[in-house]
């Protein structure tokens, strides 16, 4: 009825224009919906190569969160896979691969496992997302220590190196203990000579230095911070490049003690292998826009990490610089195989 109307109304030609139009409309309205169109992210994983409770695990859950809440990824997990060196976390990556719902935890121990020989994997065979902030390591010795100040440590590890007992986590050669090794080789000492003690965890290592088991630690800040306040802990150096914010703002780096070291230690977040670009793109994008946000600013100044947010291009670099160096420090450490 509708029809026979419009044909009395505009004749034979306004019907074969109305149609023409009405096609045009919507070829436009599809063309406009494909161009604009992104790939839109499903159920994934974020794979933290640690177990819970630990700064990878507490860096992508909070990540996770805030991807969840800005309704950028409504429904990503955060998975735990610790052991094997990392191993482990990257073989369930590896199950995945060319699938931007399955990422991990991007971090420079990655490549200290890789040039170890520890593991048969390699980080540039990954797709490097984004880097977002860096870490530090300390040097703390108990309260009533006779090591009043870095000077007077650096001085006992020249005379005696192997004397001292110093507590890393969770690896031997890993980003920890280069974060304290880097720095006192700088300094002159036979850092392939040290002592170095391995624990599962930071606080484990925490709680057999106030036992008077170990005569330092090496620790990121977030392992520190209760034990300074208590006063229970001496914070002797810290590899950052100026002063960190309380309770820390006492504490000098090496830099300002004449060492011009700044160890630190880079976390972001890593694809799998053969990650289509299209995927990439709406993963940069989404970074990007929570590290914008004063809530991860936040996050970052509670747990004393400094924002360092780099795209892919520019992560690849910064990582192959690192790679670099880790590998001469390793080497100065006797681990690494001829």
Avoid at 124 to 129: C, F, G, L, M, Q
Avoid at 285 to 295: C, F, H, Q, R, Y
Wanted: aromatic residues 6%.
């Amino acid at each position: 009825m509708s029809l026979n109307i419009r044909t009395r109304r505009f004749g034979k030609t306004g019907i074969c224009l109305f149609f023409v139009s009405a096609l045009m409309t919507a070829g436009a309205g599809h063309a406009q919906q494909t161009d604009t169109s992104k790939w839109q992210p499903g159920k994934g994983e974020f794979i933290v190569p640690a177990g819970p409770g630990g700064a990878l695990d507490t860096a992508a859950r909070m990540i996770s969160h805030l991807l969840q809440t800005k309704n950028l990824y409504p429904n990503l997990v955060v998975v735990n896979n610790p052991g094997g060196n990392m191993a482990i976390a990257l073989n369930a990556l590896d199950k995945h691969k060319g699938d931007g719902n399955y990422v991990m935890t991007s971090v420079s121990s990655l490549m200290n496992q890789e040039i170890l020989g520890k593991i048969q994997h390699k980080l540039s065979d990954y797709t490097e997302i984004a880097t977002l902030f860096d870490e530090y390591v300390a040097v703390a010795v108990r309260a009533d220590s006779p090591y009043k100040n870095i000077h007077d440590l650096i001085a006992k590890f020249k005379a005696s190196p192997g004397t001292l007992n110093v507590g890393v986590a969770t690896s031997i050669g890993n980003h920890i203990h280069v974060g304290i090794a880097s720095p006192l080789k700088k300094a002159g000492v036979d850092i392939s000579k040290m002592t170095v003690v391995p624990y599962k965890s930071s606080s484990e290592s925490m709680t057999a230095l106030q036992g008077g088991h170990l005569d330092v630690v090496a620790a990121t800040t977030p392992n520190l911070i209760g034990l300074l306040k208590s006063g229970a802990i001496r914070v002797l150096a810290i590899g950052a490049p100026d002063r960190l914010s309380s309770p820390f703002e006492n504490v000098p780096t090496w830099v300002e003690e004449g060492i011009d070291v700044v160890p630190s230690s880079a976390q972001g977040v890593l694809g799998p292998k053969d990650m289509p670009k299209e995927q990439l793109d709406v993963w940069v994008d989404m970074l990007a826009t929570i590290a914008a946000t004063e809530e991860w600013k936040a996050f970052l100044a509670k747990n004393h990490w400094r924002e360092h947010y780099l795209g892919p291009e520019d992560t690849r670099q910064y990582r192959a610089r690192e790679y670099k160096q880790i590998r001469t420090v390793l080497t100065d450490l006797g681990l690494v195989k001829k």
